[in-house]
């Protein structure tokens, strides 16, 4: 049997780095991927879909000049063949860096292929047995198929972006960060766009303003929403379209498309790998479970990324790579309470998230006070003429510290940093409002944004 320091399944956000990390340091490291290197961000995730968005962008800058004073001629249509060339050679560069590093670092064994564990500290590949005394999973996540869609044509957030045609009708069941990013996409490389969802508003976890603002907008540029829908089957038709039965409230009983995008949620990729032969512990929905310093139960065997339910994005995958190196090799003890959640939606315009939202402090029993402010009063968003959206602050009324924001709007994915640092800084609120900020900024209104706080 191979012994080696360490064993790494999963070549995502936080293990990869964790590899070359490990071996620089002089561990004999055995890196074991069964797919392709970077994992869902670099092939499904992130970096694909937003150069679907960047694109998406680029054909609504060309159908609104004209409220700009910019006359461009009719006819901007989606290339979707070079829309996905673009896109897979933007992937392929990430790849073929890892795969490259991979093969120059004589401290790194590659296995291609699946892991298995046959022991507490044994792993299983490729009929292989290998060992080490510490073990890192990074597995990552994979798209969840309700029932009634299974024996359908359906596509995922990994099979749409290999599509090369153009779906005449796009139907998406879910209403949430995936069915919004990819409803907006569609639409404006000229699909129909019709998003299904069973709650009774969409991206459900956010405040009702913010949830309202989203849909608002993007029923302008003409997706349909079909709302308290619960899907309860679907026919595949003689041509190849697709046709869902609805339990609804308003609306037809049936919604009819070319193609069928489902996005309802994702679960962990660790039901293969017998956790049980090493007497790892579980949670109710397969997520790994971790303490504070993302080792599992098993000492020497941690659970990094989406795998552990402790935060399903690049940035809190990368967090993870993080801590396991600094108690490693620094003694400095960061653990995964001391990071603040955030996270972007990128819609156009783009949600940028920090902390709470405005139910959740309430629901914690938080006395909080609250400011928001349309985006319709920015001065820069109205220069750029771009008004959607509306910024929200929540403040704890009872230590002045920020617990929360939501800055919807032109910008939003960027300025929401200047208040996560805040938050991070452990600072009052004050700090924000007395400052100055550069003028023509959409961040500038951010200190008059919270003189305008108000206890709920």
Known sequence: MKKFDAIIIGSGQAGTPLAFKLAAEGNKVAFIEKKHFGGTCVNDGCTPTKAYVASARRIWDACNGAALGVNIPEGASADLKKIKSRKDKIVQESVDGISSGVEKEENITFFEGEARFSGEKTIEVNSEEITASEIYINTGARPVIPEPFRKLNYLTNESILQLEELPEHLVIVGGSYIGLEFGQMFRRFGSKVTIIEKGPSIIGREDKEISENIQEFLQDEGIEFRLNAKCIGGTQNADNSVTLKLDCKEGGPEVTGSHLLIGVGRKPNTDSLNLQA??????????????????????????????????????????????????????????????????????????????????????KG????????????????????????????????????????????????????????????????????????????????LPTLLKGLKEI
């Open 366 to 445: 938080y006395k909080i006070m609250e400011a928001t402010m349309p985006m319709s009063r920015v001065a820069r968003a109205r220069e750029k003429g771009e008004t959607n959206g509306m910024m929200q602050v929540i403040v704890n009324a009872e230590n002045q510290k920020i617990l929360g924001a939501s800055i919807l709007g032109v910008g939003g994915d960027e300025i929401i940093n200047s208040i996560l640092l805040i938050m991070y800084a452990d600072v009052p609120y004050t700090v924000l409002k007395n400052a100055v900020i550069s003028h023509p900024t959409v961040s500038e209104l």
């Open 278 to 363: 090493a007497g790892i512990k579980i949670g109710d929905r397969g997520y790994i479970k971790v303490n504070d310093f993302l080792e599992t139960n098993v000492k020497g065997v941690f659970a990094l990324g989406d795998c552990n339910g402790e935060g399903a994005f690049t940035h809190t995958s990368y967090n993870d790579y993080e801590i396991i190196v600094a108690n490693k090799f620094s003694n400095i003890n960061r653990r995964i309470s001391d990071r603040v959640m955030t996270y972007n939606l990128y819609t156009d315009p783009p949600l940028g998230r920090a902390g709470m939202t405005r139910k959740a402090a309430l629901a």
